[in-house]
């Protein structure tokens, strides 16, 4: 994917992007050996909202209940879960890196993924479902891509259609009380999004435009 002409790309090969979908595949490799012991797994690794209260507060336990932000991330329950995050992450996420560069493009990933966990979490902090999966951190990939890319129409088209929907979801599953049971974390999605919105301001080089705006580095002289 070539990079935008209003942009400034700093990495030549997104590296760290081909490494996440590669550690995707691995991790899920690794679900598939496990048969019956994975269920234990996605609930020592996977980010379950009333533990992480319990072990923040209640016990203290601050590795148990950091940890999950972190591995959750990295864990799928199938390959229909898999295949779609592993497409999205590939399409928008080799601009994202070419544009940020390695480093800023590995926290905003891991930034975004937490984050959207700890929204999820904000929503349904009772919930004793494990939540997993790429989704959050992807969706604040495809943030930084619409704020990145301009010309570009079709493909910002589907991401704002996207995270209209998934805002539409979460709003129906929050009035329906069924947050945490749907068996997919909506509000995880938009708080990704959302997140990815806001980093991309704080994490994008000098000299790159942001849409819808230009960023105050970025203001045209007068004459």
């Known amino acids: 994917m070539a990079p935008s002409e209003n942009n400034v790309p700093v990495s030549p090969r997104p590296y760290v992007n081909y490494c996440f979908i590669a550690l995707n595949f691995i991790v899920f490799a690794w679900e598939?050996?496990?048969?019956?012991?994975?269920?234990?797994?996605?609930?020592?690794?996977g980010f379950v909202p009333a533990r992480f209260l319990d072990d923040l507060i209640g016990q203290l336990n601050l590795s148990q209940a950091v940890l999950p932000l972190f591995t959750s991330l990295f864990l799928h329950g199938n390959v229909i879960h898999l295949?779609?995050?592993?497409?999205?992450?590939?399409?928008?996420?080799?601009?994202?890196?070419?544009?940020?560069?390695?480093?800023?493009?590995?926290?905003?990933?891991?930034?975004?993924?937490?984050?959207?966990?700890?929204?999820?979490?904000?929503?349904?902090?009772?919930?004793?479902?494990?939540?997993?999966?790429?989704?959050?951190?992807?969706?604040?990939?495809?943030?930084?891509?619409?704020?990145l890319v301009p010309g570009t129409k079709w493909a910002n088209l589907f991401i704002i259609a996207w995270?209209?929907?998934?805002?539409?979801?979460?709003?129906?599953?929050?009035?329906?009380?069924?947050?945490?049971?749907?068996?997919?974390?909506?509000?995880?999605?938009?708080?990704?999004?959302?997140?990815?919105l806001v980093l991309i301001r704080f994490l994008a080089p000098p000299g790159v435009q942001l849409i819808p705006y230009r960023s105050r580095r970025q203001k045209p002289t007068q004459d």
């Open 163 to 196: 995270v209209v929907l998934q805002f539409i979801y979460a709003i129906f599953a929050s009035v329906t009380r069924v947050v945490g049971q749907t068996g997919m974390a909506w509000w995880a999605h938009v708080g990704g999004f959302l997140i990815g």
């Open 32 to 45: 598939l050996s496990l048969g019956s012991s994975l269920p234990k797994v996605g609930e020592m690794l």
């Open 83 to 147: 295949m779609p995050n592993i497409f999205f992450l590939y399409i928008f996420g080799e601009q994202v890196e070419t544009t940020l560069g390695h480093v800023r493009y590995l926290l905003f990933y891991v930034a975004g993924g937490v984050g959207a966990n700890l929204i999820y979490f904000s929503f349904s902090p009772f919930s004793t479902v494990p939540l997993i999966g790429a989704s959050g951190a992807i969706a604040g990939v495809m943030a930084a891509y619409l704020s």
